[in-house]
């Protein structure tokens, strides 16, 4: 095993985390942390990896947790890991039947599918190197086409927008659905659309940062995958879906891309990619 060299993988405990962290620990030379919130789901998902013979590694880590992601990131620094691979994978998706008030679902969307990714991610960067890769699990939802309003579709774009300006303009959309405006505004109705561009606009802004240092980052629509969180639909297995990001994480052809489940690179600003939307070919 290399010394001191890890990946790590959030949200690892089912579902398309689980499975690319099992490729990881198939392909992957250097350590490999299986992450997850919950600790005996974890450590049961450690076991089943390991009677296939791999050998995970298992930390606590629930992304919305400050303090447990500084308990993770100084276990790191305790340890004087220097982390490869990056697989920010850990999300939520409220279907359209749920019950929860949309206030409630946005806040919480964002929270654990962009807030906490760049938190971590941004606590996570002191331990990279030239070489290193990052990979974040976005959707077909972070299509920068799915916001409505060409006004925040172009303040999303902006080669010049800053960190703090992405994380504010997310702050806004929070506080517009709030006041029950977010539609009127532009950003659409679902949480889960902005919470995935805010992540490609956040990509794209590293691979801006990070390429003269030699660090990749990507974004990556896994497909359709049959998870809890499609409640078991889906067309493709999550062993089978794993494929694109591992191959981003351990030999990527391309930086600063948004990456579909096929492997081919798709133009963010470009026409909506898909051609089976909301139940008919288009
Ligand atoms: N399924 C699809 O068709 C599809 C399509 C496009 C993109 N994606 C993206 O793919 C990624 C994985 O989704 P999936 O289909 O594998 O869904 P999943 O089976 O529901 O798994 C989601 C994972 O995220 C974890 N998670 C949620 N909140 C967390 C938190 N606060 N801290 C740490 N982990 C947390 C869950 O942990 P718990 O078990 O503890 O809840 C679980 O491990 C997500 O980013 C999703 O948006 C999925």
Known sequence: MAENKVAIVTGANKGLGYAITQKLCEKYKGKVYLTCRDEVKGRKACEELTKLGLNPTFHQLDVTENESVKKFVTHI????????????????????????????????TISVNFTSLVFLTEAILPFMKS?????????????????PSEELRNKFRSDKLTLDELKSLVSSYVEDVKENRDVKNGWGDSPYVVSKVAVNAYTFMLHRKLSSQGITVNCVHPGYVQSDMTHGAGNIAPIMAANVPVQLALAPRVTGQFVWHNGSSVPWGGKDPRVYIDGRHV
């Open 77 to 108: 620094h305790d340890n004087k890991e220097e982390v490869e691979i990056l697989i920010n994978n850990a999300g939520v998706l409220y279907l359209k039947d749920a019950l929860e008030p949309r206030f409630v679902q946005a806040e919480h």
């Open 131 to 147: 070489g290193a890769k990052i990979v974040n699990i976005s959707s077909s939802s972070g299509h920068l086409s799915r916001i």
